[in-house]
C-alpha cells in the first residue's frame, strides 16, 4: 500500500490552463505539505496543513490555492499555468516535526 | 535569512571508501536535522535524523551534530553503488513544523 500518493504523476499541459494535482495519505498524519523542486533540484515548500487548517504558506502566487478537504487529503489547484510553473510537485506527510514521508511526484509541464 | 547549505558537488568516492556529506546551517535555534536520499527521478526518503550533538549509526550511516559549529554531516561506510544519489540535509526552523533544506550533494560512487 503506498502511503502517500498523488496524481497525475505526469502532467503537460498548455499555458494558461487550470490543473489540479490530488493527494492522500493513509498514514494517519495530522500534517500535509506540497513542495515544489525545480528544474535545480532545490526542494521549496509551498504550503503546509496540520489538520485541515493552513499553518504555512511560502510566497507563493495567488494562482496556486491548496484544498484539504479532511486529514488525509490535500489537493493543489494551480490557475492560469505559466512556463514557470513546469516542476516536480511533492506532496508530503508527517506525524511529528521532520519525519516526512513524500509522495511520488507530479512532474509537470507547461507548454 | 534562514539557510542550509550543502556543497553541490557532484563528490565522486571510489567503491568501499568512506563517503563525506557535510551541511551548515544558520538558524543557531534549530534543534532537528534530518538527511535525505533521492535518487534520479524519485521522491526524498528519510535516511537519518539527529537531535543531539555527536554521532548517532544506523548501519553503514553515521550523522554527526555539532551545534556549536552549526554544523551536520553524514558519514556512509563501505560505499556502494548503489548509494549514488543526490543527498539533502534538512534543519527544522522555528515551532511551525517548517524544514528548511540544503540544495542537496551529489554523490557517485564509482566501481
Known amino acids: 500500500d503506498t502511503a502517500v500518493s498523488q496524481t497525475p504523476k505526469y502532467l503537460v499541459t498548455q499555458m494558461g490552463n487550470d490543473k489540479s494535482i490530488k493527494c492522500e495519505q493513509n498514514?494517519?498524519?495530522?500534517?500535509m505539505y506540497w513542495y515544489k523542486q525545480d528544474s535545480k533540484k532545490f526542494l521549496k515548500i509551498m504550503f503546509s496543513?496540520?489538520?485541515?487548517?493552513?499553518?504555512i504558506n511560502e510566497t507563493v502566487p495567488n494562482r496556486f490555492s491548496p484544498k484539504s478537504p479532511d486529514k488525509a487529503h490535500l489537493n493543489l489547484h494551480i490557475n492560469s499555468l505559466e512556463l514557470g510553473d513546469s516542476a516536480v510537485y511533492f506532496c508530503?506527510?508527517?506525524?511529528?516535526?521532520?519525519?516526512?514521508?513524500f509522495g511520488e511526484g507530479s512532474w509537470l509541464t507547461v507548454v | 535569512q534562514k539557510e542550509v547549505e550543502q556543497n553541490s558537488g557532484p563528490l565522486s568516492v571510489p567503491e568501499g571508501a568512506i563517503a563525506s556529506l557535510n551541511c551548515t546551517y544558520s538558524?543557531?535555534?534549530?534543534?532537528?536535522f534530518f538527511w535525505y536520499r533521492q535518487y534520479s527521478g524519485k521522491s526524498p526518503e528519510l535516511i537519518m535524523f539527529?537531535?543531539s550533538n555527536g554521532d548517532k549509526e544506523d548501519g553503514r550511516f553515521t550523522a554527526q551534530l555539532n551545534k556549536a559549529s552549526q554544523y551536520v554531516s553524514l558519514l556512509i561506510r563501505d560505499s556502494q553503488p548503489s548509494d549514488s544519489a543526490t543527498y539533502l540535509c534538512?534543519?527544522?526552523?522555528?515551532?511551525?513544523?517548517?524544514?528548511?533544506w540544503g540544495a542537496g550533494t551529489k554523490l557517485i560512487i564509482k566501481p
Open positions: 539527529i537531535y
Open positions: 508530503a506527510s508527517s506525524s511529528h516535526l521532520g519525519t516526512i514521508y
Open positions: 496543513y496540520n489538520n485541515k487548517e493552513l499553518i
Open positions: 498514514l494517519g498524519h495530522d500534517t
Open positions: 534538512a534543519v527544522n526552523v522555528g515551532s511551525n513544523y517548517q524544514l528548511i
Open positions: 538558524d543557531r535555534g534549530s534543534q532537528s
